[in-house]
């Protein structure tokens, strides 16, 4: 089973619009959590990393928080641009070990 | 920007040939990995090395074979190619503890 459930699996905005991602994870002990994009046949380039104490984390018009108490955690895009569509994948690492739990991504469309 | 690279980018095969999948980096980094991802799939690991002459086996079974000589190279290989092979095939490698993973662009494998 998964442990980590990411949604809406898939997602169309328009350009200019604001959206945001969700990842739910049952890792434990966890470590931290990552987001990355994907763009389509290409590897995953990292947006942000959240450790257990930090709630939120910004990266340009990319902002991420984390709830380590509900274990959720969202990926917020602001003023959304062509260039973002991509697959969003949250990924989780436990604690002490190298397993890292990846979701199945989001994928987002920005339309003009 | 990370400096991993995969070649080839894509390949298309027969049933029953050796291939091998080239991963290098030249960040220095000891730990290296290799993912599978099927379309619309999340990655699932199949090989990891936490430096030279050290590999292991990932989560998800796989047929495949790596190495590890030197620090910055990880190649994958497979004795003989099948159709259920078909898949992208994504490189990684990070430092130690806390720190992000970087993917090469992956290769898209195709078996005929």
């Known amino acids: 089973k998964n442990q980590v459930e990411q949604s809406p699996q898939s997602l169309i905005i328009l350009e200019g619009k604001n959206c945001t991602l969700q990842c739910n994870y049952t890792v434990s002990p966890f470590s931290n959590l990552r987001w990355y994009k994907q763009d389509t046949g290409r590897g995953p380039v990292s947006l942000t990393i959240m450790t257990f104490s930090e709630n939120t984390k910004s990266n340009g018009r990319y902002t991420a928080t984390l709830d380590a108490d509900t274990k959720q955690s969202s990926l917020h895009i602001t003023a959304s641009q062509l260039s973002d569509s991509a697959s969003y994948i949250c990924v989780v690492s436990e604690t002490g070990a190298n397993n890292l739990f990846f979701g199945t991504g989001t994928r987002l469309t920005v339309i003009p | 920007e990370a400096d991993i690279y995969q070649t080839p980018r894509y390949l298309v095969i027969g049933t029953g040939k050796k291939i091998t999948l080239e991963c290098s980096q030249t960040m220095g980094h000891d730990k290296m990995y290799w993912y599978q991802q099927d379309p619309g799939m999340e990655l699932h690991l199949i090989h990891y090395s936490y430096g030279v002459n050290s590999t292991e086996k990932g989560d998800l079974s796989s047929e495949s074979t790596v190495s590890r000589i030197r620090t910055e190279h990880f190649p994958l290989t497979l004795e003989s190619a099948r159709p259920s092979h078909t898949s992208q095939y994504l490189c990684?490698?990070?430092?130690?503890?806390?720190?992000?993973?970087?993917f090469g662009p992956g290769t898209r494998l195709t078996v005929l």
């Open positions: 990684a490698s990070g430092g130690q503890g806390y720190d992000t993973q970087y």
